[in-house]
């Protein structure tokens, strides 16, 4: 996790202050939205906060109260009249429901430091109808073409070389991941946050994309790397419903269970349904951490094609992230006859970064199927065989590209997460009269040398410098410091409060996973 040729930034006294110290040295001057709430401490609430308020008069508003270190936001909530849902201690902060005439007098609480909307987060994947039905053909017959996905990005050739992703897990952060020989007897499934099983059926097809080896298919439908490890971080119910903080406690799940079981890859197919810059979102907040802590957060780019804020949602907006974005390669593994679908999003962040970083195949993909499954039951015209469905969105394309991750990981284990975006988007193939890049070869895991961390100058998430308690991070000198020095995967976040998590005040149910016929 440690950038080759870096030289590592030493610091004196307690491991403490050098957190503390590493963390504001990582800062810099942040939008001029948000940098006079810095200077005077001001509380900042964000303005989809008020919207919502508006819409829904009379109701409580759920929102994610942040405060700095030595404030309880719990605390806080509770004195202004508010019921607390959950402990987000990862980005120090709390999910609750406050009074919406109590959230004046919540804004202007000492150590408080932003108020958000805990808003619904929205699937990224559309049914496409290519099945065969549910019926009972075998789907080693011919129901569909064999998956070339594989082989359009040269994973088959990683793969044969003797690298399928072994060692490493990818934490599928969805709906839950459906029991499946697809992955393995013993299962490759090594863990469960929120219970098992898939009643909605996406990620189950999501990690099949990842890590399926296609047993069910006679390989037919074999996934990118088909010998990883899948953590299942089921936040979504049997409806999908889920919210921004069921999300962010999966992640604190993952944070938590690191090291024990090698996760090296997030995959996060899902997004957010209000804007907000990552310098102030709760969810960048939180992938943020994941990243410096050495995990590749890949995310899907959603599918609102060229609307004007299509790329400022969370988690696709954060410049740390390795969003993807998907193309139809007409089941060829040539790029002569690709395109990019009207429906995958692209464009610029209101911070200013151009996304998606790189495009995957993502329409018409064939993935594991959970029987029974709210998607199995609204699009039977979708299923193949009697274990797999069909479907399109970059929500499929992100999970082929985690795949691709976990390739690269499995080679280069010491590699960090912007060195391994770095790769993955450098190795892209540009798509003759087309502006923008494919994900058409994992030569990355075959590399003899570390490529730059092109992420080593971005600035971070202001409130995960709140997290950690750094307070007045515009008195750094920002113009001496180095930023690639930094080593932020031997960062030990033991100022978080990681046991205070109570897992069992998660509510479920508020959220549509949304899915737009094709």
Same mark, same amino acid.
């Given at each position: 996790?440690?950038?080759?040729?870096?030289?590592?930034?030493?610091?004196?006294?307690?491991?403490?202050?050098?957190?503390?110290?590493?963390?504001?040295?990582?800062?810099?001057a942040l939008p001029?939205?948000?940098?006079?709430?810095?200077?005077?401490?001001?509380?900042?609430?964000?303005?989809?906060?008020?919207?919502?308020?508006?819409?829904?008069?009379?109701?409580?508003?759920?929102?994610?109260?942040?405060?700095?270190?030595?404030?309880?936001?719990?605390?806080?909530? /509770?004195?202004?009249?508010?019921?607390? =849902?959950?402990?987000?201690?990862?980005?120090?902060?709390?999910?609750?429901?406050?009074?919406?005439?109590?959230?004046?007098?919540?804004?202007?609480?000492?150590?408080?430091?932003?108020?958000?909307?805990?808003?619904?987060?929205?699937?990224?994947? =559309?049914?496409?109808?290519?099945?065969?039905?549910?019926?009972?053909?075998?789907?080693?017959?011919?129901?569909?073409?064999?998956?070339?996905?594989?082989?359009?990005?040269?994973?088959?050739?990683?793969? &044969?070389?003797?690298d399928d992703g072994?060692?490493?897990?990818?934490?599928?952060?969805?709906?839950?991941?459906?029991?499946?020989?697809?992955?393995?007897?013993?299962?490759?499934?090594?863990?469960?946050?929120?219970?098992?099983?898939?009643?909605?059926?996406?990620?189950?097809?999501?990690?099949?994309?990842?890590?399926?080896?296609?047993?069910?298919?006679?390989?037919?439908?074999?996934?990118?790397?088909?010998?990883?490890?899948?953590?299942? %971080?089921?936040?979504?119910?049997?409806?999908?419903?889920?919210?921004?903080?069921?999300?962010?406690?999966?992640?604190?799940?993952?944070?938590?269970?690191?090291?024990?079981?090698?996760?090296?890859?997030?995959?996060?197919?899902?997004?957010?349904?209000?804007?907000?810059?990552?310098?102030?979102?709760?969810?960048?907040?939180?992938?943020?951490?994941?990243?410096?802590?050495?995990?590749?957060? %890949?995310? &899907?780019?959603?599918?609102?094609?060229?609307?004007?804020?299509? %790329?400022?949602?969370? #988690?696709?907006?954060?410049?740390?992230?390795?969003?993807?974005?998907?193309?139809?390669?007409?089941?060829?593994?040539?790029?002569?006859?690709?395109?990019?679908?009207?429906?995958?999003?692209?464009?610029?962040?209101?911070?200013?970064?151009?996304?998606?970083?790189?495009?995957?195949?993502?329409?018409?993909?064939?993935?594991?199927?959970?029987?029974?499954?709210?998607?199995?039951?609204?699009?039977?015209?979708?299923?193949?065989?009697?274990?797999?469905?069909?479907?399109?969105? /970059?929500?499929?394309?992100?999970?082929?590209?985690?795949?691709?991750?976990?390739?690269?990981?499995?080679?280069?284990?010491?590699?960090? #997460?912007?060195?391994?975006? /770095?790769?993955?988007?450098?190795?892209?193939?540009?798509?003759?009269?087309?502006?923008?890049? =494919?994900?058409?070869?994992?030569?990355?895991?075959?590399?003899?040398?570390? #490529?730059?961390?092109?992420?080593?100058?971005?600035?971070?998430?202001?409130?995960?410098?709140?997290a950690a308690g750094?307070?007045?991070?515009?008195?750094?000198?920002?113009?001496?410091?180095?930023?690639?020095?930094?080593?932020?995967?031997?960062?030990?976040?033991?100022?978080?409060?990681?046991?205070?998590?109570?897992?069992?005040?998660?509510?479920?149910?508020?959220?549509?996973?949304?899915?737009?016929?094709?």
């Open positions: 996790m440690r950038a080759s040729g870096h030289t590592e930034v030493t610091m004196p006294g307690s491991w403490r202050s050098r957190l503390l110290i590493l963390l504001a040295l990582a800062a810099a001029s939205a948000t940098a006079p709430a810095m200077a005077s401490h001001a509380p900042t609430v964000h303005g989809a906060v008020w919207a919502y308020e508006a819409a829904h008069p009379g109701q409580p508003v759920p929102v994610i109260v942040q405060t700095s270190e030595g404030a309880d936001a719990g605390a806080l909530v /509770t004195a202004a009249g508010g019921d607390v =849902r959950g402990d987000l201690s990862i980005i120090h902060a709390v999910a609750a429901d406050v009074p919406a005439d109590r959230l004046a007098s919540l804004s202007a609480a000492p150590g408080l430091r932003w108020i958000s909307l805990d808003g619904p987060v929205t699937s990224t994947s =559309r049914p496409d109808g290519r099945g065969s039905g549910g019926d009972d053909t075998p789907d080693t017959g011919a129901t569909l073409p064999p998956s070339v996905y594989p082989q359009e990005i040269n994973a088959d050739r990683v793969v &044969a070389s003797g072994s060692g490493i897990a990818v934490a599928v952060v969805d709906t839950g991941i459906v029991k499946s020989t697809d992955f393995g007897r013993p299962s490759r499934v090594v863990a469960t946050f929120g219970g098992e099983g898939d009643g909605y059926g996406h990620g189950s097809h999501v990690a099949g994309l990842i890590a399926g080896d296609g047993t069910n298919s006679d390989g037919r439908y074999v996934g990118v790397a088909p010998g990883a490890n899948l953590v299942n %971080v089921k936040v979504g119910d049997d409806k999908g419903a889920a919210t921004i903080s069921d999300v962010i406690n999966g992640l604190a799940f993952v944070a938590a269970n690191q090291d024990r079981l090698n996760i090296r890859v997030v995959n996060l197919s899902l997004g957010v349904d209000t804007p907000q810059s990552y310098t102030t979102d709760p969810l960048d907040a939180a992938v943020e951490l994941l990243t410096f802590r050495g995990i590749l957060v %890949v995310v &899907a780019a959603g599918n609102a094609g060229t609307a004007s804020d299509a %790329v400022s949602y969370a #988690p696709a907006n954060d410049p740390f992230v390795l969003t993807v974005g998907a193309v139809d390669d007409r089941g060829t593994s040539a790029t002569s006859d690709d395109s990019v679908p009207s429906w995958s999003s692209r464009g610029t962040t209101q911070d200013g970064f151009a996304k998606p970083e790189i495009y995957a195949p993502g329409r018409h993909l064939v993935s594991v199927l959970s029987p029974k499954s709210v998607l199995a039951v609204q699009q039977p015209e979708s299923i193949v065989g009697k274990h797999y469905l069909s479907l399109s969105g /970059t929500s499929m394309a992100a999970g082929v590209t985690s795949g691709a991750a976990a390739l690269v990981f499995a080679a280069h284990s010491d590699w960090t #997460p912007g060195q391994v975006k /770095t790769a993955l988007v450098s190795s892209a193939r540009p798509v003759p009269g087309a502006s923008y890049a =494919r994900l058409a070869r994992v030569d990355a895991a075959n590399a003899q040398s570390a #490529p730059d961390d092109q992420t080593s100058t971005i600035k971070p998430n202001y409130l995960l410098l709140e750094v307070d007045n991070p515009e008195t750094i000198d920002w113009g001496s410091i180095r930023w690639g020095s930094i080593r932020w995967g031997s960062i030990r976040w033991g100022s978080i409060r990681w046991g205070s998590i109570r897992w069992g005040s998660i509510r479920w149910g508020s959220i549509r996973w949304g899915f737009v016929p094709d």
